[in-house]
């Protein structure tokens, strides 16, 4: 584009002799050519604004894909947070109830132990034999049954 200003002019017709027209002539391509020049520089820089536009519409869409991201993780974060609060919450009141289980199990445990070391024995209750258990839990008769 900018090789047009080194161009050599066409050769003069050979019917052009006249001095007047010569410096006419010459002065027309120069000045043609400076407006193509200026013209092809104008839609160079057209061009190129046109494609920087582009290329910053690009970038804010850009910046506004990654802000929509960043406040979802920011979402998810304070999610998690409060789950993990709750589990918090809950492992402590598990560990404490673990813990108040254990202590009554021990008490329980050394009553048991100073029950059995004891030299007095309670009395055994006595209970029935194992046939009365037995006839109680029979089944019912066939006639009731079938009645039914």
């Not at 193509?36 to 804010?60: F, T, W």
């Not at 990654?66 to 789950?83: E, M, P, V, Y």
């Not at 009141?93 to 070391?117: C, L, M, P, W, Y």
């Amino acid at each position: 584009m900018a090789f047009g200003l080194f161009r050599k002019p066409d050769p003069k017709p050979a019917e052009a002799d006249a001095p007047a027209t010569v410096p006419a002539a010459a002065e027309v391509p120069h000045h043609d050519s400076a407006k193509e020049i200026l013209e092809l520089l104008e839609l160079e820089l057209g061009a190129m604004i046109r494609q920087l536009e582009r290329a910053a519409n690009s970038v804010a869409g850009g910046a506004q894909s990654t802000a929509a991201t960043l406040s979802n993780i920011r979402a998810r974060t304070d999610a998690l947070t409060g789950r993990t609060s709750a589990a918090h919450q809950t492992a402590t009141t598990f560990s404490q109830a673990a813990e108040k289980f254990t202590h009554s199990a021990e008490g329980i445990g050394s009553q048991v132990r100073d029950a059995s070391n004891s030299p007095t024995r309670p009395a055994r209750r006595r209970t029935k034999p194992a046939s009365m258990w037995i006839a109680c839990a029979s089944p019912p008769p066939r006639s009731a049954m079938s009645s039914t």
